[in-house]
């Protein structure tokens, strides 16, 4: 027999197994869910736990399922009432369901949450799915009414998203829905899709936004600032990119946050082809930045004599 102690002790240790059976720790039916547990989820939910209870990171266990891709455990938790469009509120995992399967390229997960209620619209999850180049579940979503220009919780769209992840085919799916070829993050500059392509010599992705109308003045010099702005870029890439923006009506003369003509940016990265494009185009040979650096300038204290030669050719003067 037992101490009376040790008995005392056993009985409480049984009393809270039990208790944790009846009402399980909500960041134990998240984990489970995590894990795609469903046998553990169902004891769970026989012994009363509410899968519309979220962990202590405030994201719920509908979320963190579909996440993972565990469809069977989706299916499970919505059987027992999980609200298909629960948005937690912590700093983690904030969207939906959908937009968790979506980002993460569930297809399977996606489909049941969609024939379930889903909102294709909620928490953005097209932007998700464009980020990481799922083109199925991005046209699946637009078919079930999801905006082509809906912006996700850090203000971005799914056309910028696969802009930025260089997902072509995206684009040109995005750009078939309508999305709009000339939006840009508010209050921030330099965040169009075509200075996102233009930033990072994409050639083929300028073409298309180009192509599909994206000229205006703003963007298109912003992206000449982008393009010659990005030393590592091969010339002929720049010089590619540049030619298109200026025939899209780029102005020659564009400048950066410190004054720095795209011309000086050319003569400072010594890429002697920008230069003659943008003389060709018009280009101020004489502008001068805050500092009063002239292109010249710049290419004397370089000591690059070619260039020297070609601007003072162009009519620069000191």
């Known amino acids: 027999m037992l101490p009376s102690f040790a008995h005392n002790f056993f009985l409480?240790?049984?009393?809270?197994?039990?208790?944790?059976?009846?009402?399980?720790?909500?960041?134990?039916?998240?984990?489970?869910?995590?894990n795609g547990q469903t046998e553990t989820l169902q004891t769970y939910l026989k012994n009363g736990a509410n899968p519309n209870v979220p962990n202590r990171h405030?994201?719920?266990?509908?979320?963190?399922?579909?996440?993972?891709?565990h469809t069977e455990a989706v299916q499970l938790l919505l059987n027992s009432g999980a609200d298909t469009n629960a948005q937690g509120s912590g700093?983690?995992?904030?969207?939906?369901a959908l937009e968790g399967a979506a980002s993460s390229g569930h297809m399977d997960t996606v489909k049941l949450l969609l024939s379930r209620g889903a909102d294709a619209n909620l928490s953005a999850p097209v932007v998700g799915a464009a980020s990481n180049g799922h083109i199925e579940i991005v046209r699946l979503l637009l078919q079930n009414g999801a905006n082509a220009n809906a912006e996700n919780k850090d203000h971005t769209t799914a056309l910028f998203e696969a802009t930025k992840s260089g997902h072509i085919e995206i684009v040109r799916l995005l750009l078939a829905s309508h999305a709009d070829v000339h939006w840009e993050a508010k209050g921030a500059r330099n965040r169009s899709a075509l200075v996102m392509a233009s930033a990072q010599g994409d050639l083929k992705l300028?073409?298309?936004?180009?192509?599909?109308?994206?000229?205006?003045?703003?963007?298109?010099?912003?992206?000449?600032i982008a393009v010659i702005g990005y030393k590592d870029h091969p010339e002929a890439i720049q010089l590619g990119?540049?030619?298109?923006?200026l025939k899209a009506g780029a102005d020659p003369n564009a400048t950066?946050?410190?004054?720095?003509?795209?011309?000086?940016?050319?003569?400072?990265?010594?890429?002697?082809?920008?230069?003659?494009?943008?003389?060709?185009?018009g280009a101020d040979v004489n502008a001068k930045d805050k500092d009063g650096r002239s292109a010249?300038?710049?290419?004397?204290?370089?000591?690059?004599?070619?260039?020297?030669r070609m601007l003072e050719k162009a009519g620069a003067k000191d």
């Open 91 to 96: 700093s983690q995992d904030r969207g939906t």
């Open 256 to 281: 950066d946050p410190f004054g720095l003509t795209v011309l000086g940016m050319a003569t400072l990265y010594k890429r002697s082809s920008l230069l003659k494009e943008l003389l060709t185009y």
């Open 296 to 308: 010249l300038s710049i290419a004397r204290e370089h000591q690059f004599k070619d260039i020297i």
């Open 12 to 34: 409480v240790l049984l009393v809270l197994n039990c208790s944790s059976l009846r009402r399980p720790d909500p960041d134990a039916f998240a984990r489970a869910a995590a």
């Open 241 to 245: 990119i540049t030619r298109l923006l």
């Open 206 to 224: 300028v073409k298309l936004l180009l192509g599909a109308g994206a000229n205006r003045k703003l963007h298109t010099s912003q992206s000449l």
């Open 58 to 69: 405030q994201v719920y266990p509908l979320r963190l399922a579909a996440t993972w891709g």
